[in-house]
């Protein structure tokens, strides 16, 4: 495997193999004297290597020359492999130019007894007009690595005048290991964060809920990492369900407004997207929508009342509404609540007893007394910010106990939040260093999916494959990146996985000033016309948002960058064919109107190309009609409107990752594919039979994720069969595309024989089938052979007994969300020792009629309930005082939610406790119940304590009195 790329090295070690694999290749076929160059050129490479190279962050002191120096020898390398590279993918062009053209010629009927490669070499002397062409790129390809030796030669050279062999490396520095921060040390870090939360909360909570009717403005000031974003955060998960919409936009400094209005769209109108339309009619729009309902919005991090206005036209004043905003800036807090500076709250950093309370498990964990006094310091020069303490705890927790060490980080807090980010980066494994400064082609308002950052990892080469493992690799970088608090978790999955995050703006700021000093990244947006450029970029990130009129720096040069970042117009497009040496490329693009096309033909010069990321969710797409030229191409995402799917795609002999729009239809294709193993996200229901047996060709496929666009349960019938071939397979997801109006018509109904899986993918760790997509009549009975099936998400039509009994024994069953069409005739029952891995329990039916029984689902954390109230008080009514509900036994239950259907008045829910037993000691039951006048009501209940929350929907100002003077009277 190719060690990794990093920051400071470069691409040197890669260049090295790759010169080593070239002089190797007899296939490749240079002439005499360009291996002699090339020879000439590794054995140059492998004495700088050997004798020269250095790690300029492990020296002692400023090393400025150092710095110069190694800057120039990553240029260098980068320009190598970057000629290497264009060296393969010509030669891999030629051949498969020419295995096109022969396979397609007459000639190859004719003349049977010639093998491919001799006849295309006998043919090829004919064609004199070459000879010319040849011998000209024969002593370019001498020209070309000469000059590379010869710099290499003045870089020793340059050393040796510099003296920097003399240069001390770095002593006294050690760590506990760069990847020894376990998970429960890093999660009680960044619960340490919370200290004090309860009591704002309590306050915050008294602003929203404070009997007034009319639409209201809260505000949370306080200085940058203080705390107001996770405040904003834990406000929102605990309230905004109450609510009929509800949104959390995340703002940058200079925000993209049609962005911003376009994300509140989609929220609040999850399955309708907003179109192409300009600022002012999604402002139209979004105000039409929600003027008859009751929202709670979330903005965080309002930067000017430019900003504040135009969100704020666009929000009704309805009754009951919320608007909660973030801000550093006091005027600007003081205009969102119209100068009422009682709805202002401001965020108050740590106290000194909080501060070192915060730090205290850092030392008492080291056993070391001494320690108490320097870490008492440390947090007084952390400002009492959350942020930056999490960072420095992060740091500490990682060291001996060892004053000299504590030293150094005390001494890099004199730089305050850009003195321990410039000491995290010196620590951290060399890989680790490229993976952090990625980090800055994003912007702070971005959220980023993991698996995304991954595979732009992989493309761009960061991960150290030496175990050949490079994705448990990649997970541990990430990790790492999180426990250091170099990235803020957004969206984590039941079992506390991330599967999104943000990074925040000085984090950002000093991650991007750090990659232009290296020269590793830089990020332009519309605002920076005269920022200064590098003469060679190898990443770059162009951010020109919804702005009519851009400008694109003067000086840019496209053939060195490796991974390109646009998002903004169509018409400010660059030239995709110029940036000949891309690795990754990502497109977020925007048009004036829906009827428009982007021609991505150029894609297919782009020979090196690994990741492409399309974003352009209401454009015409069309790709190459043959793609088979991008070799290299192991990741293809695309959202936006595809024209056809090219028939060569899935013949790409590194394709791993294909996501095509969820309305797509498979292309038919004959030849078995090896490399892929992940397809999204095709229409089951509209592809044909015929590529749906294709399907099984996918030796290798782990990842399968479908949508449905109608309900024809015989391509369903049909993938059943397709699984007994898939033994790889680990995740199989079905949903409905649509909205959940039409999502009725597209649910199938199906015969668990008629879905037969004979021999199942044991592998197989994810299964979960939208109850809007298909209905199995029981639980197919090949489940109980997936021993390591950990997410289960499925609708049937009656739960039996022996259904239990397989479910229960699941060993690695984590999260179990089940959807039961009719009511049980008899109580389920989780019997004593079943369940035992179960985290996550979500049960969807009209009458959840229920026991738990002791020691049975001994680890649940989360229960969600979903059921009709008027028929469960009917079952309630007929058990003569038994419960309908028996969930006592589950003495680790974190969180109890209930979602509740109700035609009649508001006390149904007050009725419904009569039939439910839980432990006092158990969570506090919150339950949102969805009746006719009062709309969705929310109330937290205990046995013997109701809190009861109206949330009026749909109501006039007329009825709303009414109600207040039946009240009153």
């Known amino acids: 495997m190719d060690p990794p790329i990093t920051a400071s090295l470069g691409a040197i070690h890669i260049v090295f193999g790759k010169l080593v694999w070239l002089l190797s290749e007899p296939g490749l076929r240079l002439h005499k004297e360009g291996m002699k160059a090339l020879g000439v050129l590794k054995d140059g490479l492998q004495v700088l290597i050997e004798d020269y190279l250095m790690e300029p962050s492990d020296l002692e002191g400023p090393a400025f020359k150092a710095n110069y120096w190694m800057k120039e020898v990553r240029e260098l390398c980068y320009d190598i492999d970057d000629f290497v590279d264009e060296l393969f993918h010509a030669a891999a062009n030629v051949k498969i130019q020419r295995a096109l053209q022969f396979k397609a010629s007459p000639l190859r009927k004719k003349l049977p007894l010639f093998k491919t490669s001799q006849l295309q070499e006998k043919l090829s002397r004919f064609n004199a007009s070459q000879l010319q062409k040849k011998l000209s790129w024969r002593q370019k390809i001498v020209d070309e690595v000469s000059s590379f030796s010869s710099c290499l030669k003045e870089l020793i050279m340059l050393y040796k005048r510099y003296d920097l062999g003399s240069l001390e490396r770095r002593s006294g520095w050690e760590s506990n290991g760069t990847m020894s921060l376990t998970l429960p040390l890093a999660e009680e870090t960044s619960q340490r964060c919370y200290l004090g939360m309860d009591k704002d909360m309590d306050k915050l909570v008294g602003l929203l809920n404070d009997g007034q009717q009319e639409c209201k403005v809260i505000a949370i000031i306080g200085l940058c990492g203080v705390g107001k974003t996770t405040l904003a955060e834990e406000l929102y998960q605990k309230f905004g369900f109450q609510f009929q919409c509800c949104a959390f936009l995340r703002l940058s400094r200079k925000p993209d407004m049609k962005r911003v209005l376009g994300s509140l769209f989609s929220q609040v109108r999850q399955h309708d997207p907003p179109g192409t339309v300009e600022v002012d009619n999604l402002s139209h729009e979004i105000k039409s929508y929600l003027n008859d309902k009751r929202y709670f919005i979330v903005i965080d991090g ?302 297919v010069e782009l020979l090196g190309l690994k990741y492409l990321y399309i974003d352009a969710c209401h454009l015409n797409i069309r790709l190459p009609m043959q793609m088979r030229q991008l070799q290299y191409l192991a990741k293809l995402k695309i959202e936006a409107r595809l024209s056809y799917v090219p028939s060569d795609i899935f013949y790409l002999p590194r394709l791993q990752q294909l996501i095509l729009p969820s309305e797509t239809t498979l292309p038919h294709f004959t030849e078995p594919m090896k490399s892929l193993h992940t397809l999204g996200c095709f229409d089951l229901s509209g592809s044909s039979t015929e590529s749906i047996v294709d399907i099984g060709k996918m030796v290798n496929l782990q990842n399968l994720n479908m949508t449905c666009s109608s309900g024809q349960p015989a391509n369903l019938k049909l993938l059943g069969s397709v699984l007994n071939k898939l033994k790889n397979m680990k995740s199989l997801i079905l949903v409905v595309t649509g909205s959940l109006d039409d999502a009725d018509s597209s649910i199938m109904e199906i015969s668990s024989d008629d879905f037969s899986v004979s021999s199942p993918p044991v592998l197989l760790t994810r299964f979960e089938f939208s109850w809007r997509s298909c209905i199995f009549s029981c639980l197919p009975r090949w489940i109980k052979e997936l021993n390591n099936l950990s997410i289960l998400k499925i609708a049937i039509s009656e739960m039996l007994g022996h259904d239990i009994d397989v479910l229960s ?132 209940m205990t046995k013997d304590d109701i809190i009861l929350e109206e949330n009026p929907d749909s109501i006039t100002e007329d009825e709303v009195r009414q109600k207040d003077e039946k009240k009153s009277g």
């Open 302 to 603: 309002v930067w000017s009342s430019y900003i504040w206005n135009t969100i704020n036209q666009t929000l009704p004043k309805n009754f009951y509404s919320r608007i909660l905003i973030t801000t550093e800036i006091d005027h600007v807090a003081q205009r969102c609540c119209v100068d009422n500076r009682k709805y202002i709250f401001k965020k108050e950093p740590f106290n000194k007893v909080e501060s070192d309370e915060f730090f205290s498990r850092v030392h008492e964990s080291k056993n070391a007394e001494y320690l108490k006094e320097i870490s008492s310091e440390i947090a007084q020069l952390c400002s009492g910010l959350p942020l930056m303490m999490a960072i420095v705890a992060s740091i500490l927790t990682r060291l001996p106990p060892s004053t000299e060490q504590w030293n150094v980080v005390k001494k890099s807090l004199s730089s305050k939040l850009e003195g321990i980010l410039d000491l995290i980066y010196n620590i951290l494994p060399h890989p680790l260093k490229a993976c952090m400064l990625y980090l800055g082609i994003y912007e702070e308002d971005d959220i980023v999916l993991k698996n995304e950052l991954l595979s732009q990892w992989f493309a761009e080469g960061f991960i150290d494959t030496v175990d050949g493992n490079e994705e448990r690799v990649a997970l541990i970088y990430f990790d790492e990146l999180i426990s250091y608090g170099l990235i803020q978790p957004v969206e984590t999955r039941f079992d506390n996985e991330v599967l999104s995050f943000r990074v925040h703006y000085m984090i950002i700021d000093s991650i991007r000033s750090k990659a232009v000093q290296h020269n590793f990244a830089i990020a332009i947006d519309n605002h920076q016309t005269d920022v200064r450029i590098a003469d060679k970029i190898r990443r770059l990130s162009l951010r020109f948002g919804n702005a009519n009129d851009v400008t694109t720096p003067i000086g840019l040069r496209w053939s060195q960058v490796r991974t390109l970042v646009f998002f903004g117009p169509l018409r400010c497009t660059p030239s995709i064919a110029e940036f000949r040496v891309l690795r990754v490329l990502i497109l977020r693009l925007s048009a004036d109107d829906d009827d428009v096309t982007y021609d991505l033909s150029e894609i």
């Open 809 to 940: 024994v699941l060993p690695a069953l984590t999260s179990l969300s089940v959807y039961i069409q009719r009511a049980p005739e008899e109580r389920i029952s989780f019997g004593k020792g079943g369940f035992a891995a179960l985290k996550y329990f979500k049960l969807k039916c009209t009458v959840p009629w229920l026991k738990v029984e002791v020691d049975a689902m001994p680890n649940l954390e989360k229960l969600k309930l979903r059921f009709n109230v008027g028929l469960s008080l009917q079952r309630v009514g007929g058990l003569h005082g038994n419960n309908l509900i028996n969930i006592e036994h589950l003495s680790r239950l974190k969180e109890i939610y209930a979602k509740v259907e109700s035609e009649g008045s508001v006390d149904a829910g007050s009725a419904l406790m009569t039939g439910v037993w839980n432990d006092p000691r158990n969570p506090t039951i919150t339950i949102q119940l969805i009746c006719g006048f009062y709309g969705e009501m929310t109330r937290r």
